[in-house]
Each structure stands twice: as structure tokens, then as C-alpha cells.
């Protein structure tokens, strides 16, 4: 027993000296993509080498090689929070402003930031950490955007030498399903477009920023609208496809992302994995492009036009409403409308129809008078 007890003081003496390093879970668990078999891999090469002989390659989504997947973009009820979505890919787009110092050698320009976050929900590969992917995501974004001149810094300002807008676009990757360049860029854009800044009044030296309820807000001035178009390179450039999937990403030699306008104007070209291709391969690439940032273009419209006539819908109502209570206290029957201006109609008329029945009834008066008199 008294051996027993002194091996385990010792034991004991000996834990407490050196304490034992205990990791957190968060670090001991650590996440990885799923892995690629090379069976799949084969797959996806043979699959596109075979509809390459005939001219039209194959993939296993049974899309075409230059046909694209389903884009959507959904606006959220503050101005600059929009969710763009390619496929089952998903980034999060949202625009803030504040006010800030200029620089002194150019006291009328404003700022633009740019902040690409890869959500651990997104892909089980993205660390919390700043990746190689977040580094270039956010200069695709300064490339496509500051490089190319899209947004007027000039604008941005509010009093020069003192005050001007920073506007920060933050960009929030919510799942990876590959093609994340042109769903970054695209959820950029439309948050730029979709977002409103406060109006700005000035007397003398006073700046006043006036509240959205106090003054309508103004939005960005920006000079041109680049979308990108990423193609996946195989074969050394004898196979090239549109917006790959992050499975067709694993197996590609690399990507080109062509960032275009709707004037048809290269604004950037970024390959990756120092990918070359020939001159007629590379002029292919960039029609193939041009036709993909018209789509989304056209997209970008129709879904910011639907926005837009929802807000204003929601404000017809709200003047339908007005208008409603103030034609049932004048004594005016109201249908319901679709506009503003029909309702304003009816309002005028009933006010001009007012002063008219006051002064009926004033002849009425006198005539009933004028008829009891005779009566008499």
C-alpha cells in the first residue's frame, strides 16, 4: 500500500508539473472538401471529350457547353441587400455608406470599398482566416469596378477638402457550388444599383443628412455596369465550358473570367493557374462572353425593374388609402385604382364638386322660402 501510494504521488506531482495542452474542438476538427474520386474525374474528362467529337460537348448536368445555369436575384427590403444565386451558388451582396475625411491630393473624390467574406457554411474548405480565395475575389472586384471606372468617385462628394461618402459593398459567400466569380461580381453590381444613399443639404458651412422619411434618398452614379463570364478550360484549351460547376472546377486545367459591359468593352481578363490560350481560342472565349454579360444583363434589369414597381406599389397603396378616406369624408365614391394619378383625379373633382353642393344647397333654401312665401 505504501508503494502504491508513493507511485501515485509521484504520478500525481508529475501531472501537475507538466499539465497536459488541451486544444479546442473548433481546432482539433478541422473541415476539408469532399474528395474527388478519380473515377469522377474520368467521368466528367470522358463525358466532355465524347460530346466534343460531335460538336457538342456533354456534362453531367446535361447542359451544353455554353449554356449557363438559372440566375436569380432577390432584393431585401433595405436599399443595397440583395441575394444573387447561379445555380446552387449563393453570395450575399450589402451596401453601406458613411461619412469620411478625403485625401488631400484629391479633396473631391469620394471612397469605395470593397469586402468579400467566405462563409464556413458555404464550403467546408473556407477557413475563418483571409484565404488565397477571399485575396482574389476582392481584387477581381477593385479590377472589375475601380480599374474599369464604373462608379463616379466625384460624386461621392459632400463638401470638398472636408466631407465625403464612403461606400463599402460587402460581399458574403453563402454556399459554393463553383462559378463564384461571376456570382460575386453580379451580387456587387446589383447591390451598387439597388442602393440609395441619404440626400445631403447644405447651407453655408452646415451639412445636413436628412433621413429617408425627411427626404427622398439618391442613388450612385455609376458610369458603365461589367458583369463577368467565367469559362472552364480542358484539354489545354481544346474544351472550354460556361460557368462551371465545382466539380468541372476540380478537373479543369483553369479558368478564364472575362469581365464585359453592355457596350460590348473588355474591361478585364483573369486567368488562373497562368492559363495561355491561342488568339482564336481567346477571341471565341470573349464572344462566348459578350453573350452570357447580355443575359445577365437583361436579368439584372427585369429584377430591379419587379423591385422597384413592388416599392412603388406599396406606396400607391398607401396613397389609395389616404386618398380613399378623404374622398368618403367629401361624400365621393372611390374605386380602386392602379395609380396615383386617377386618385388625384377623383380628389380634384371632388373638391370642385364641394364649394358646387354647398351652394346648391343655399338654393335650395332660398327656393323652399321663396315657395312658402307664395304659399302664404
Keep these: 500500500v505504501l508503494s502504491l501510494s508513493s507511485t501515485f504521488q509521484s504520478t500525481l506531482q508529475f501531472a501537475l508539473a507538466y499539465p497536459p495542452t488541451l486544444t479546442p ?184 443628412i436628412h433621413t429617408n422619411d425627411e427626404k427622398a434618398p439618391v442613388s450612385l452614379s455609376i458610369h458603365h455596369r461589367p458583369l463577368c463570364a467565367t469559362m472552364a478550360v480542358f484539354d489545354s484549351g481544346a474544351i472550354t465550358v460556361l460557368d462551371p460547376t465545382k466539380l468541372e472546377l476540380a478537373v479543369a486545367d483553369g479558368t478564364l473570367t472575362v469581365a464585359m459591359n453592355p457596350h460590348n468593352e473588355l474591361c478585364s481578363i483573369t486567368s488562373s493557374n497562368g492559363l495561355v490560350l491561342s488568339g482564336p481560342k481567346m477571341i471565341a472565349v470573349v464572344k462566348s462572353a459578350g453573350k452570357r454579360t447580355e443575359v445577365l444583363l437583361q436579368t439584372l434589369a427585369d429584377a430591379l425593374a419587379k423591385d422597384q414597381k413592388k416599392r412603388r406599389g406599396g406606396t400607391e397603396t398607401l396613397a389609395t388609402s389616404i386618398l380613399k378616406s378623404s374622398a368618403e369624408d367629401t361624400g365621393i365614391s372611390t374605386m380602386a385604382t392602379d395609380g396615383d394619378e386617377e386618385l388625384e383625379q377623383q380628389a380634384v373633382e371632388g373638391d370642385a364638386q364641394q364649394p358646387m353642393s354647398d351652394s346648391g344647397d343655399e338654393s335650395d333654401g332660398s327656393d323652399g322660402g321663396d315657395n312658402s312665401e307664395d304659399k302664404e
Excluded at 128 to 151: D, K, Q
Excluded at 179 to 191: F, I, K, M
Aim: charged share 25%; hydrophobic share 45%; net charge negative.
Design 25 to 208: 474542438v473548433t481546432q482539433q476538427i478541422k473541415m476539408k472538401d469532399r474528395v474527388i474520386a478519380s473515377c469522377e474525374k474520368q467521368l466528367v474528362l470522358d463525358a466532355l471529350r465524347e460530346g466534343a467529337a460531335n460538336d457538342s460537348p456533354f456534362r453531367l448536368d446535361a447542359r451544353t457547353a455554353e449554356q449557363s445555369r438559372l440566375t436569380q436575384l432577390t432584393f431585401g427590403d433595405e436599399y443595397g441587400v440583395v441575394t444573387a444565386q447561379i445555380g446552387a451558388t449563393k453570395a450575399l451582396g450589402v451596401t453601406t455608406c458613411s461619412v469620411a475625411a478625403p485625401r488631400d491630393d484629391r479633396p473631391t473624390e469620394g471612397f469605395v470599398f470593397y469586402d468579400v467574406v467566405l462563409s464556413p457554411m458555404a464550403s467546408a474548405g473556407f477557413a475563418a482566416r483571409p484565404s488565397n480565395e477571399i485575396v482574389e475575389l476582392t481584387r477581381l472586384l477593385e479590377r472589375v469596378f475601380r480599374e474599369s471606372g464604373a462608379l463616379d468617385s466625384e460624386s461621392l462628394c459632400i463638401a470638398a477638402g472636408s466631407k465625403v461618402w464612403a461606400i463599402r459593398v460587402k460581399v458574403t459567400v453563402i454556399n459554393d457550388d463553383g462559378n463564384l466569380e461571376d456570382a460575386v461580381v453580379l451580387a456587387c453590381l446589383a447591390s451598387l444599383l439597388h442602393f440609395k444613399r441619404p440626400f445631403v443639404s447644405m447651407e453655408g458651412d452646415k451639412v445636413t
